[in-house]
């Protein structure tokens, strides 16, 4: 197997919740070591509840966090020690799309200026060359040459994520990390922009990271899937065996509490008790021992390690390793 | 067919704006039953929300409603003084918001919030009020009650407030709850907690829910009947089976294609192209024409009527009535 286009190793992410004038500061523990690897022309989905760390992950990938502890790994370089100077031409290489279409777009830019921005930042090409560049991009993504000169309020919020997939693609990027791109379109245009995404991905031999809560959306797009949980990856393996075969009881309940839009299909849903702990107050054991139906003794003293129990299925589950 | 609690007729809602008389919600008719969960779906913009918000005449200041009855076992809320609308918001008919976490009052401890209800409504005296409130946490699943009625609500998790929110509207014993997208904001294992309370409270208390969301899954494991909505108007009425079974409408179509199935594996998505036209730029004729595959040129000069198809069920579209006529 080729080596891994981007790869963390053991990340710890920790962020300071409040500063107490005696004794202990108290910590959000927003990745417990979370090691994985994303080959090159796959798509990876990262999916989890709010406070999972999922978006603290793509940060630290693309290196807008730095972790505590643990290693980032870009095209065989370990970039975790990289200044922002250094970082600059592997920005280039990992663009990112993020989820509010209204919130990631000037709204004082016209859209060429906010397509063509990277470009301007990245390369040395000419206005006219960007501006071409730009009306290829927004081809591609099925705008056209009448919207560059429109500015974003005048787009609806389909059109917005194309014009953020847009510009991402500008500089050539060998990944694109996409932080919950459709979760805040209608359901009929969601299905558009997810197909635009898996088009570009055939054409620009592109790799994905996608960051997402809804599993029904990730089946679609993913080749593999990773399931976090209070900052710890707890399941990762290929996307048909985790919905075939899904280990975790966390992953159990999670796919059973998913919505499936068929009335006469009706099931044993999992409903889990209680909400999901501070990840200030951390579980000692096992992150999910709390809500987990078939916690024993084990699962509350210690942590499970992520073990590959089946080649290409890692679970974090005591059940499983022993 | 099961007792009309809350009934809609011919409702039509305007909203005056700098881009003039905007009509959002055209000709509007429903009921909800006794025990029983009425979805209302459709995209953003689709006016659902403008027309739950007219129900209870909660619209802002440049909303109006221009026609219609809104009948709650035959009263007419419409027609009601603002002291006897009051009387009926949170008393007779409650309301769940989207945003738990924004629709309860920050400076005040939860207890009180839900307290304020009960004083209000049933003249509960504060000891009644405290006792009736502890109770209405209890039975949405919060453990140590008491401890969560001390609490403020910026130190409840999203779950959390919107169990909250629904003991509030629990506590007057309403007739009709109306739930605005009660779990669009919320985690899906705490929306399955969420989904299997409100279930539980229908049968027990034998309320009538309104349930409002762009969910179609959401839809397909609570409602009974479903109502889909397009720029403001009934596009498709059924009940939830034939639905989603057989879709009449296209954009009804559309919609259920385009929802992603857990273990389909679709490589391609069905998508509806285009998007949901402006408020001040409505098209001529029936409003989905532009976006909508089976178009013919009927679709683009006359809007088609709400049609009754086998009694039970309606349809909005040109084809539908084509269709019958040549059965026929």
């Known amino acids: 197997m080729s080596s891994p286009l981007i790869q963390l190793k053991d990340i710890h992410k920790t962020f300071l919740a409040s500063k107490t004038l005696f004794g202990e500061n108290k910590y959000v523990h927003a990745l417990n070591g979370v090691s994985l690897e994303i080959q090159s022309g796959e798509t990876l989905s990262i999916v989890g509840e709010s406070g999972c760390g999922k978006s603290t992950m793509g940060r630290i990938l693309n290196k807008l966090l730095n972790p505590d502890s643990g290693e980032v790994w870009f095209e065989n370089n370990n970039i975790t020690n990289y200044t922002p100077v250094q970082m600059r031409p592997i920005r280039k290489k990992m663009q990112m799309v993020f989820q509010d279409p209204y919130g990631c777009l000037n709204p004082r830019m016209k859209i060429k200026d906010i397509v063509g921005e990277p470009l301007l930042v990245h390369t040395n090409m000419s206005k006219k060359e960007r501006y071409k560049t730009v009306i290829e991009l927004l081809e591609t993504v099925g705008l056209n040459e009448r919207h560059a000169q429109g500015y974003a309020h005048e787009f609806s919020g389909g059109q917005r994520q194309r014009i953020g997939i847009a510009r991402a693609l500008s500089v050539n990027p060998r990944l694109i990390i996409a932080d919950e791109p459709v979760s805040a379109l209608d359901v009929s245009i969601q299905a558009q922009v997810i197909n635009i995404f898996k088009r570009l991905q055939k054409e620009f031999n592109l790799t994905y990271l996608f960051i997402s809560h809804d599993l029904s959306v990730v089946e679609v797009i993913s080749d593999r899937i990773g399931v976090m949980y209070l900052g710890y990856l707890v399941e990762i393996t290929t996307k048909e065996k985790l919905y075939k075969n899904p280990m975790h009881p966390y992953t159990q309940a999670l796919l059973s509490a998913v919505p499936i839009a068929d009335p006469t299909h009706r099931r044993e849903r999992i409903i889990l008790k209680g909400d999901i702990p501070s990840p200030i107050d951390m579980p000692k054991g096992c992150p999910f021992s709390t809500r987990c139906m078939y916690a024993k003794d084990e699962c509350f003293q210690t942590i499970p390690k992520l073990l590959e129990v089946e080649p290409g299925h890692k679970v974090a589950c005591h059940l499983k390793s022993s | ?328």
Request: aromatic content about 4%; glycine content about 8%.
């Open chain 2, 1 to 328: 067919m099961s007792e009309k609690l809350l009934e809609v007729k011919n409702l039509r809602t305007e909203f005056h704006t700098d881009k003039g008389k905007l009509v959002a919600v055209n000709d509007v008719s429903f009921y909800v039953g006794k025990e029983e969960i009425v979805g209302l779906v459709g995209e953003s913009g689709s006016g659902k929300s403008v027309t739950s918000l007219s129900v209870l005449r909660l619209l802002p200041e440049q909303g109006n409603i221009s026609a219609g009855e809104v009948l709650l076992e035959g009263k007419d809320l419409l027609k009601m003084n603002k002291k006897d609308i009051r009387n009926i918001r949170g008393g007779d008919i409650a309301m769940i918001f989207q945003d738990p976490m924004s629709s309860l009052n920050p400076v005040l401890r939860v207890g009180e919030q839900i307290m304020e209800c009960t004083k209000l409504h049933l003249k509960y005296n504060n000891s009644q009020a405290r006792k009736h409130a502890i109770d209405m946490i209890k039975r949405v699943g919060i453990p140590v009650p008491e401890d969560v009625m001390n609490r403020y609500p910026h130190q409840l998790s999203g779950g959390m407030s919107q169990r909250i929110m629904i003991a509030m509207a629990m506590s007057c014993n309403p007739k009709v709850l109306i739930a605005d997208e009660p779990t669009t904001a919320l985690d899906v294992t705490i929306q399955a907690q969420v989904m299997e309370l409100m279930l539980e409270l229908k049968e027990k208390n034998k309320i009538g829910i309104l349930l409002i969301t762009h969910d179609l899954g959401v839809v397909a494991e609570m409602c009974n009947r479903v109502m889909v909505m397009y720029c403001g108007r009934i596009v498709e009425m059924a009940d939830v089976f034939s639905l989603f079974k057989n879709p009449l409408h296209p954009y009804t179509k559309g919609l259920i294609a385009s929802v992603p199935k857990i273990g389909k594996n679709a490589d391609v998505l069905p998508y509806i192209a285009g998007r949901v036209p402006d408020l001040s730029q409505m098209p001529k004729g029936c409003k989905f024409a532009p976006r909508c595959s089976e178009a013919m040129e009927k679709c683009y000069k006359e809007e088609p009527k709400l049609t009754n198809i086998d009694g039970n069920r309606q349809c909005r579209c040109h084809l539908i009535r084509e269709r019958s006529e040549i059965n026929e």
